[in-house]
């Protein structure tokens, strides 16, 4: 029973509000020592799970320095703005939601990118109250490895390219970039359409390379051929992300060298096929007439474009879920060998495959 105890719990209890309570037990935010005491003796008494080793009998207002010196709160890097269209926006909801009830406090850095060129930790990151660190869409490798060299255990909800590369010390977690590109290639070969593309930046992050080599297996398994000049995996010069004005010229450049078509083109997300499609139109290129096109991601922005866009769904809240349980076990038990999670996506077929 003991190990339900939330700090709403505690809070009803004391009459005082959750944030108060969340403030004395991860010891964040400025709040009176008398009501810290209060909130502390509460949590014992009812044996929240945090403080569950501690005889309250035994615990004077002294032995709060057990809780004040204690790491916990879990930080979030990124570099990148995480609204209500990104994938991760619900996964965070449910992982700080499954924080809460453990007893972590969150907080969130968005990096600046002078701070990333540097290897600068943020002025508002508190190394000496934070018990690990989760990053989301940081893909540049130098910063990532100094990360992982400050000690403290780190969880990568995607990441760098690593193939190549010294994988880095940490926990990764990745939706699945494979099995439905398998499925969905099956699928349009069965519908008669061989001949099929891919765009976008293939060195841009680990879950667009592994998309592409979904795409590449799929296409080889099958016994097709990959069209080589219907894959347009690279970037502009000095172009750090796509999805920008800069790299739908950079499409419209490359689409209108094709001398074929292709039957279809995969796309690394949504955003990639929603550049692809404006340039499209530019080209009076019909979708799906022409070609088929399909993203990933299953953004609410491919929900409501003309056509609607086929797409491979991210259960962003078993995400969330995993997310805890692989950072939280870490930062229990920092000896375990290093783990990469890829959890279940879904296919979601529409307009933009004659849907």
């Known amino acids: 029973m003991a190990d339900r105890i939330t700090i709403q719990d505690i809070a009803d209890e004391l009459g005082v ?36 080793y501690v005889n309250l009998q035994n615990f004077e207002m002294s032995d709060s320095t057990l809780f004040s010196t204690a790491k ?20 965070l909801d449910k992982f700080q939601r499954e924080l809460s009830v453990l007893g972590y406090g969150f907080t969130m850095h968005r990096l600046q990118e002078h701070e990333i060129e540097k290897l600068m930790l943020p002025a508002s990151y508190a190394q000496d109250r934070t018990a690990g660190i989760i990053c989301i869409e940081m893909f540049n ?29 940490a926990d990764h977690l990745y939706m699945d970039n494979q099995s439905n590109i398998h499925r969905f290639v099956r699928e349009m070969i069965l519908r008669g359409k061989q001949r099929i593309g891919f765009i976008g930046e293939i060195t841009y992050c680990q879950s667009f390379f592994e998309r592409y080599m979904g795409y590449r297996n799929a296409m080889y398994l099958s016994g097709m051929t990959c069209p080589e000049d219907c894959c347009i995996t690279g970037n502009m010069p000095n172009l750090k992300s796509p999805g920008y004005k800069k790299y739908r010229a950079y499409l419209f450049e490359k689409i209108q060298k094709i001398n074929k ?18 340039v499209f139109k530019q080209l009076g290129i019909s979708v799906p007439k022409d070609v088929y096109l399909c993203g ?6 491919s929900k409501v474009m003309t056509p609607s866009l086929t797409t491979i769904h991210i259960h962003s809240q078993i995400m969330g879920f995993s997310a805890v349980h ?12 290093f783990r990469t999670i890829h959890t279940e996506t879904s296919l979601i077929y529409r307009e933009s495959t004659g849907d």
Request: with cysteine; aromatic share 10%.
């Open 17 to 52: 509000s959750r944030n108060t309570v969340s403030k004395a037990i991860n010891n964040t935010g400025v709040l009176a020592d008398a009501t810290r005491e209060k909130v502390l003796k509460k949590a014992i008494e009812m044996g929240y799970k945090q403080f569950s």
């Open 72 to 91: 916990r709160e879990i930080a979030l890097f990124t570099s990148n703005f995480i609204g209500s269209s990104h994938f991760a926006s619900t996964m």
């Open 141 to 169: 490798r130098s910063y990532c490895s100094m990360l992982c060299s400050l000690g403290t255990p780190v969880l990568f909800v995607d990441s760098p390219v690593y193939s190549l590369t010294e994988p880095l010390k």
């Open 261 to 278: 078509l292709p039957d279809v083109f995969i796309c690394a997300n949504d955003f990639i096929a929603i550049d692809a499609l404006m």
């Open 296 to 301: 990933f991601d299953d953004s609410p922005e």
């Open 326 to 337: 692989l950072l939280i076990s870490r930062i229990k038990e920092p000896s375990l060998n």
